[in-house]
């Protein structure tokens, strides 16, 4: 390529504004840059590019914000490589506002911090200048504060060199993606048995990082909650359509095609289609439907037959591969949903066991190994041992491992401390009683028993199923809460997991009528392990399942009323009602939030409106009776009056006739000749 970069500048779309002056800083010192807004032609294969710009480069700087962008990761990729056979090539990350440096592999390399008003920051930005001049500089030096360990938080892109143990199955997903062509490989395992991790973390950054002449790849991930066409245009498909939006006009734009999506307006498959014709013909989109027993736990019913109805039919797009991640207790639920759909589920799996001693081994080791820590000897084998063969172990023995991390002496993981949280089996427990404790001395432990309560998802008893967890929006919570949730998903503790998600709102953009998404933080339990081990939680649940039921029954016609335009119809009736009116007036184990009171005095207006209505039409319907009845006796009345006054007139005639006494002719009557003047005649 023509005037290839000397140092290639990686970063998201959305933080193009902030790499600019740091590219004209650059560019004024003399050092040639691969900025693709200017040495991107209109027309080129962009994957091709941009491997030879990063073969021609002799630094790679990946700009750090919020989030790394969809194209980012192909990027990343390419330069870790050849970092991988390159030692002294340069991988620079470099900060910017709302990077999490705790987090990221990128920081087993130094990094340039350009937060805050460091874009102007002569001495930092020299710092990113000398980096390129004098490669090998100070970097690569092991951080040792980097912790490889997720806890109960699943493993993604940034994570995935610390992601070990899955190796066989990561390596079974591509071949059957990419060497078998399969459309559709469903990825199936116990809850706790890492398919997500194996996803995110394995399968997607292998896939990104093929190069031509090979098949290059977009991914899109998404889970589908309580709204799943929102859910696939927010986190999926939005930003694909949208690259270069801003983010007030991709809030927009998602929530149109939402819409659109849902109502069948656009359909699926067709802007699939046109996503990939934008990318040529060597090129896959790989659509990840992560944790599809959602469909089952959060989305309304009326939603889900359309929904899966439309996914499956979207595989007849050429270049599309659908990926979903399913829990093994919900199978059956997958396969009676959709006949097209078990017929691929029963073609197209992967099943996710039981690790091996070795596989378990490595997710153990070879973690620490890169991140520079050491184990007190045999602390790795007794980790190994209490781990046990046991389904589900994989997240206890991750929260462990964490405990351990947070509890190192030096670089050293101790078998005291592991001694100390109670061993794999009690971490997770201690950790959370440990927590709410502190809470609990505040005098906030029925806080903190309201916050749990709501951040699980109860089985009904005819369901057979395990309680699972749910993700809600911070709002729902009570307003006091958050330093209970901050505390608990802290980087110490990771019990709950916080983010940051468009959804559908009714809010409209300044000086515009267009309905738009907004940005909403959430709250979940980091993994259902946490519900299965915590024995106050469990408590919690069951000595009062019977009101948490109801109040998820109440969650779930709110879901309906709000998702159908706040339709009167939609309110509590009848013996919903009564029985919410009957909750209100009784003793709870846990105060309503003010949106479900203020749903329950809604329905009751509106039931107090309607009998108002209803006696108001009765009394008139008893009021136009009664004035009728009283026009038909009127009418009568008048009738009879009538009736009279004619009678009267007949007898008084009857009368004067009798009275009368009238003139005789004095002549016989004839029959022929008749007295004209006689009135007898």
């Known amino acids: 390529m023509p005037n290839a970069g000397h140092l290639f500048l990686s970063y998201s779309s959305r933080d193009r504004d902030k790499v600019r002056p740091v590219h004209r800083y650059l560019s004024e010192r003399g050092v040639t840059t691969f900025f693709d807004q200017q040495n991107l032609r209109a027309g080129q294969n962009w994957p091709q590019a941009l491997e030879q710009a990063l073969r021609d480069s002799s630094a790679v700087a990946v700009f750090v914000g919020a989030q790394i962008g969809n194209w980012q990761w192909s990027e990343i990729g390419f330069a870790l ?19 999490d440096t705790s987090r990221s592999f990128l920081f087993l390399n130094t990094w340039v911090d350009l937060r805050g008003e460091c874009l102007d920051d002569t001495e930092a930005l020299n710092r990113l200048l000398d980096a390129v001049s004098r490669p090998g500089a100070s970097l690569n030096e092991q951080l040792i504060d980097l912790n490889p360990y997720r806890g109960l938080e699943i493993f993604d892109e940034a994570h995935s060199p610390f992601f070990f143990g899955r190796e066989k199955f990561i390596d079974d997903l591509f071949d059957r993606l990419t060497q078998q062509r399969k459309k559709f490989v469903a990825v199936i395992g116990a809850s706790g048995s890492g398919k997500s991790s194996v996803v995110r973390a394995g399968l997607v950054p292998k896939l990104r990082r093929r190069r031509p002449p090979h098949e290059t790849w977009d991914v899109a991930v998404f889970t589908p909650g309580e709204w799943p066409w929102f859910r696939l245009a927010a986190d999926a498909l939005g930003p694909l359509r949208f690259p270069d939006k801003s983010d007030t006009e991709l809030d927009t734009e998602i929530y149109k095609l939402a819409s659109a999506l849902h109502s069948g307006e656009l359909s699926l498959a067709f802007l699939l289609d046109r996503i990939l014709q934008r990318q040529g013909k060597l090129h896959r989109l790989l659509l990840v439907v992560d944790q599809f027993e959602e469909l089952f736990t959060l989305t309304p019913a009326q939603d889900r037959g359309v929904f899966i109805n439309r996914l499956v039919d979207s595989l007849a797009v050429e270049g599309l591969v659908l990926v979903p991640t399913l829990r093994a207790d919900f199978y059956g639920q997958a396969i009676e949903a959709n006949r097209r759909l078990s017929d ?5 799996q992967v099943t996710l066991g039981r690790l091996t001693a070795e596989e378990l081994s490595r997710a153990v080791v070879e973690p620490a190994r890169l991140a520079r820590l050491e184990f007190d000897p045999g602390l790795p084998e007794l980790l190994l041992r209490d781990a046990g063969n046991e389904p589900g172990s994989l997240p206890l023995l991750q929260h462990a491992l964490l405990e351990l991390y947070l509890q ?31 809470f609990e001395a505040q005098g906030k432990g029925a806080l903190v028993r309201r916050v749990f ?34 505390e608990f998903a802290s980087y110490q503790f990771r019990l709950l997991v916080k983010a940051s998600e468009r959804v559908a709102a009714s809010a409209r953009n300044e000086g515009s009528e267009q309905p738009r998404a907004s940005e909403q933080e959430t709250v979940e339990v980091a993994h259902e392990a946490l519900i299965r081990e915590w024995d106050r939680l469990k408590s919690w649940l069951n000595e009062d399942r019977g009101f948490y039921l109801w109040r998820q029954r109440l969650d779930q016609a709110i879901r309906d009323y709000e998702e159908h335009g706040k339709q009167v119809d939609y309110l509590l009736q009848g013996p919903a009602l009564k029985e919410a009116e009957g909750k209100l007036a009784a003793s709870m184990p846990e105060p309503l939030a003010p949106y479900q009171r203020s749903f329950i005095q809604a329905s009751l207006d509106e039931r107090d409106r309607t009998e108002r209505a209803a006696q108001a039409a009765e009394a008139q319907r008893r009021r ?28 008084s005639a009857r009368v004067k006739w009798s009275q009368h006494k009238p003139w005789r002719c004095g002549r016989k009557r004839s029959r022929v000749n008749k007295n004209p003047s006689c009135l007898r005649c």
């Open 81 to 99: 490589d050849r970092q991988a056979n390159d030692k002294q090539f340069p991988v620079i990350p470099v900060l910017l506002d709302g990077a």
């Open 344 to 348: 691929l589920l029963g073609q197209e």
């Open 408 to 438: 190192r002496q030096g670089n050293r993981l101790t078998s005291t401390a592991y001694q100390s949280i109670g061993g794999i089996r009690k971490a997770i427990a201690n950790s959370a009683e440990r927590e709410f404790n502190r």
């Open 453 to 486: 309560t709501q951040l699980v998802r109860l089985a009904r008893a005819d369901e057979g199923l395990e309680d699972t967890r749910r993700r809600v929006a911070m709002t729902a919570l009570p307003p006091d809460a958050r330093p209970i949730v901050d």
């Open 624 to 651: 136009e009776k009664e004035d009728l009845q009283q026009r038909e006796r009127d009418a009568l009345a008048l009738a009879a009056e009538q009736e009279r006054a004619m009678h009267g007139r007949r007898r």
